[in-house]
Protein backbone atom coordinates (compact mmCIF):
# COMPACT_ATOMS: atom_id res chain seq x y z
CA UNK A 1 0.00 0.00 0.00
CA UNK A 2 1.13 3.57 -0.92
CA UNK A 3 1.47 6.45 1.52
CA UNK A 4 -1.18 8.51 0.77
CA UNK A 5 -3.22 4.99 1.19
CA UNK A 6 -1.95 4.60 4.35
CA UNK A 7 -2.97 7.89 5.36
CA UNK A 8 -6.34 7.38 4.24
CA UNK A 9 -7.03 4.74 6.14
CA UNK A 10 -5.92 6.26 9.37
CA UNK A 11 -8.50 9.01 8.31
CA UNK A 12 -11.37 6.56 7.92
CA UNK A 13 -10.46 4.83 11.30
CA UNK A 14 -10.90 8.15 13.09
CA UNK A 15 -13.53 9.75 10.93
CA UNK A 16 -17.45 8.45 9.90
CA UNK A 17 -17.67 5.83 7.89
CA UNK A 18 -20.74 3.67 6.56
CA UNK A 19 -20.80 0.26 7.30
CA UNK A 20 -19.86 -1.45 4.35
CA UNK A 21 -16.70 0.98 3.12
CA UNK A 22 -15.44 -0.08 6.92
CA UNK A 23 -16.41 -4.06 6.02
CA UNK A 24 -14.18 -3.94 2.91
CA UNK A 25 -11.68 -2.08 4.49
CA UNK A 26 -11.22 -4.29 7.87
CA UNK A 27 -12.00 -7.88 6.64
CA UNK A 28 -10.01 -8.07 3.50
CA UNK A 29 -6.99 -8.15 2.07
CA UNK A 30 -7.06 -4.28 2.10
CA UNK A 31 -6.13 -4.27 6.25
CA UNK A 32 -3.24 -6.57 6.13
CA UNK A 33 -1.89 -3.93 3.22
CA UNK A 34 -2.53 -1.58 5.75
CA UNK A 35 -0.50 -2.44 8.21
CA UNK A 36 2.40 -3.58 5.53
CA UNK A 37 1.80 0.14 4.51
CA UNK A 38 2.25 1.60 7.87
CA UNK A 39 5.12 -0.72 9.24
CA UNK A 40 7.09 0.58 6.39
CA UNK A 41 6.02 4.37 6.50
CA UNK A 42 7.11 4.12 10.40
CA UNK A 43 10.76 3.50 9.15
CA UNK A 44 11.17 5.63 6.34
CA UNK A 45 13.06 8.92 5.88
CA UNK A 46 10.57 10.38 3.47
CA UNK A 47 6.82 10.81 2.66
CA UNK A 48 5.53 9.54 -0.67
CA UNK A 49 8.94 8.60 -2.42
CA UNK A 50 9.56 6.13 -4.88
CA UNK A 51 11.35 2.74 -3.25
CA UNK A 52 12.78 0.07 -5.64
CA UNK A 53 11.63 -3.41 -4.19
CA UNK A 54 15.41 -3.70 -2.56
CA UNK A 55 14.93 -0.98 -0.11
CA UNK A 56 11.48 -1.57 0.41
CA UNK A 57 12.61 -5.43 1.30
CA UNK A 58 15.30 -3.77 4.20
CA UNK A 59 12.40 -2.13 6.25
CA UNK A 60 11.20 -5.04 7.95
CA UNK A 61 11.16 -4.60 11.65
CA UNK A 62 8.15 -5.77 12.49
CA UNK A 63 5.24 -3.77 14.45
CA UNK A 64 6.29 -5.02 17.21
CA UNK A 65 9.45 -2.86 17.65
CA UNK A 66 7.24 0.10 17.56
CA UNK A 67 4.07 -0.47 19.50
CA UNK A 68 3.35 -2.59 22.63
CA UNK A 69 1.74 -6.34 22.49
CA UNK A 70 -1.40 -4.95 23.59
CA UNK A 71 -1.38 -2.39 20.30
CA UNK A 72 -0.20 -4.85 17.87
CA UNK A 73 -3.20 -7.47 18.76
CA UNK A 74 -6.04 -4.80 18.51
CA UNK A 75 -4.84 -3.27 15.43
CA UNK A 76 -4.07 -7.12 13.80
CA UNK A 77 -8.59 -7.77 14.62
CA UNK A 78 -9.86 -3.94 14.13
CA UNK A 79 -13.34 -3.66 15.51
CA UNK A 80 -16.59 -4.44 13.52
CA UNK A 81 -18.90 -1.93 12.62
CA UNK A 82 -21.09 -2.26 15.54
CA UNK A 83 -17.64 -1.67 17.50
CA UNK A 84 -16.31 1.40 15.75
CA UNK A 85 -19.52 3.29 16.18
CA UNK A 86 -20.21 2.19 19.56
CA UNK A 87 -16.74 3.47 20.86
CA UNK A 88 -17.66 6.26 18.72
CA UNK A 89 -20.72 7.31 20.31
CA UNK A 90 -18.90 7.10 23.60
CA UNK A 91 -16.36 8.91 22.80
CA UNK A 92 -15.62 10.65 19.41
CA UNK A 93 -19.07 12.67 20.22
CA UNK A 94 -18.53 16.04 22.38
CA UNK A 95 -20.23 17.02 25.81
CA UNK A 96 -19.82 13.59 27.54
CA UNK A 97 -18.12 12.73 30.72
CA UNK A 98 -16.26 10.02 28.13
CA UNK A 99 -15.71 12.09 25.37
CA UNK A 100 -12.11 12.03 23.37
CA UNK A 101 -12.45 14.07 20.45
CA UNK A 102 -9.59 13.66 18.09
CA UNK A 103 -9.44 17.29 17.57
CA UNK A 104 -6.32 19.74 17.70
CA UNK A 105 -7.99 22.30 19.32
CA UNK A 106 -8.80 20.48 22.15
CA UNK A 107 -5.34 20.00 23.08
CA UNK A 108 -3.50 23.25 22.11
CA UNK A 109 -3.78 26.58 23.72
CA UNK A 110 -6.67 27.85 22.64
CA UNK A 111 -4.76 31.11 20.90
CA UNK A 112 -1.28 32.38 20.52
CA UNK A 113 -2.87 35.76 18.52
CA UNK A 114 -1.83 39.35 18.51
CA UNK A 115 -5.12 40.14 20.58
CA UNK A 116 -6.03 38.05 22.87
CA UNK A 117 -9.52 36.70 24.16
CA UNK A 118 -10.23 36.45 27.66
CA UNK A 119 -9.56 32.49 27.21
CA UNK A 120 -6.72 32.41 24.96
CA UNK A 121 -4.43 30.52 26.73
CA UNK A 122 -7.30 27.98 27.89
CA UNK A 123 -7.47 24.49 26.71
CA UNK A 124 -10.09 22.57 25.81
CA UNK A 125 -12.00 24.70 23.78
CA UNK A 126 -13.26 24.34 19.57
CA UNK A 127 -12.19 26.08 17.23
CA UNK A 128 -9.13 27.57 17.91
CA UNK A 129 -6.11 28.87 15.78
CA UNK A 130 -5.25 25.13 14.83
CA UNK A 131 -9.18 25.11 13.24
CA UNK A 132 -8.96 28.93 11.28
CA UNK A 133 -5.49 26.99 9.87
CA UNK A 134 -7.14 24.08 8.83
CA UNK A 135 -10.35 25.78 7.34
CA UNK A 136 -8.48 28.30 5.29
CA UNK A 137 -5.62 24.99 4.17
CA UNK A 138 -8.78 22.91 2.86
CA UNK A 139 -9.85 25.87 1.16
CA UNK A 140 -6.51 26.86 -0.31
CA UNK A 141 -6.65 22.98 -2.31
CA UNK A 142 -9.84 24.29 -4.00
CA UNK A 143 -12.29 22.24 -1.33
CA UNK A 144 -14.59 22.46 1.22
CA UNK A 145 -14.61 21.15 4.76
CA UNK A 146 -17.29 18.39 4.92
CA UNK A 147 -20.41 18.94 6.86
CA UNK A 148 -19.56 16.46 9.47
CA UNK A 149 -16.41 18.27 10.54
CA UNK A 150 -17.96 22.21 10.14
CA UNK A 151 -17.62 22.82 14.06
CA UNK A 152 -13.86 20.79 13.96
CA UNK A 153 -11.92 21.61 10.73
CA UNK A 154 -8.74 20.37 12.67
CA UNK A 155 -10.36 16.78 13.06
CA UNK A 156 -7.53 14.13 13.39
CA UNK A 157 -9.24 12.45 9.82
CA UNK A 158 -9.58 15.32 8.65
CA UNK A 159 -6.07 16.31 9.30
CA UNK A 160 -4.50 12.77 8.04
CA UNK A 161 -6.82 12.80 5.13
CA UNK A 162 -5.29 16.04 3.80
CA UNK A 163 -1.88 14.69 4.02
CA UNK A 164 -3.03 12.01 1.76
CA UNK A 165 -4.67 14.84 -0.72
CA UNK A 166 -0.92 16.19 -0.55
CA UNK A 167 0.95 12.50 -1.28
CA UNK A 168 -1.73 12.35 -3.93
CA UNK A 169 -0.93 15.68 -5.52
CA UNK A 170 3.03 14.77 -5.31
CA UNK A 171 3.31 17.64 -2.37
CA UNK A 172 5.68 15.38 -0.87
CA UNK A 173 7.97 17.72 1.15
CA UNK A 174 4.52 19.67 1.73
CA UNK A 175 3.10 16.40 3.51
CA UNK A 176 6.28 16.21 5.64
CA UNK A 177 5.95 19.88 7.04
CA UNK A 178 2.54 19.59 7.70
CA UNK A 179 2.73 15.88 9.68
CA UNK A 180 5.88 17.45 11.57
CA UNK A 181 4.42 20.63 12.57
CA UNK A 182 0.68 19.66 13.42
CA UNK A 183 0.54 16.93 14.92
CA UNK A 184 2.56 17.35 18.03
CA UNK A 185 -0.62 17.54 19.96
CA UNK A 186 -1.12 13.60 19.56
CA UNK A 187 0.82 13.09 22.97
CA UNK A 188 -2.08 14.53 24.37
CA UNK A 189 -4.54 13.48 22.88
CA UNK A 190 -2.71 9.79 23.85
CA UNK A 191 -2.69 10.33 27.38
CA UNK A 192 -6.47 10.76 27.46
CA UNK A 193 -6.96 7.85 25.21
CA UNK A 194 -4.97 5.93 28.70
CA UNK A 195 -7.27 7.58 31.03
CA UNK A 196 -10.60 5.98 29.11
CA UNK A 197 -12.70 3.12 30.66
CA UNK A 198 -13.17 1.45 27.73
CA UNK A 199 -10.24 -0.48 25.85
CA UNK A 200 -8.60 1.96 23.70
CA UNK A 201 -5.90 0.13 22.78
CA UNK A 202 -6.65 0.27 18.43
CA UNK A 203 -7.15 3.88 18.69
CA UNK A 204 -3.83 4.55 20.77
CA UNK A 205 -2.18 1.73 18.59
CA UNK A 206 -3.40 3.70 15.54
CA UNK A 207 -2.29 6.89 17.58
CA UNK A 208 1.44 5.44 18.25
CA UNK A 209 2.12 4.72 14.15
CA UNK A 210 1.68 8.58 13.51
CA UNK A 211 3.52 9.53 16.49
CA UNK A 212 5.93 7.16 15.16
CA UNK A 213 5.87 8.42 11.76
CA UNK A 214 6.35 12.00 13.06
CA UNK A 215 9.38 11.13 15.03
CA UNK A 216 11.10 9.32 11.97
CA UNK A 217 10.52 12.15 9.88
CA UNK A 218 11.80 14.79 12.75
CA UNK A 219 15.16 12.48 13.17
CA UNK A 220 15.71 12.52 9.30
CA UNK A 221 15.82 15.96 8.97
CA UNK A 222 17.92 16.32 12.46
CA UNK A 223 20.17 14.52 10.71
CA UNK A 224 20.06 16.81 7.80
CA UNK A 225 20.89 19.85 9.15
Not at 10 to 39: I, M, N, T
Not at 77 to 100: D, I, M, V, W
Not at 149 to 172: I, K, N, Q, T, Y
Amino acid sequence: MEDEAVFSVLAQCFGPVDEAAWSQLSKGPLWSDFLDGARRVMQADELGALEAPLARARRRCPLQEFLSSGEVNALFTPPTYAEKQAFAARHFAGGLPESAMPVESLYRTWSTGAAPAPFSQQQGLYLGDSAHYMRELVERFGMEVPPAFAACPDHLALELDLVAVMLRSGMREEARQFLTERFAWLTAYRMRLLTLDDDARFYIGLVDVIVTIRAQLTMADAAIA
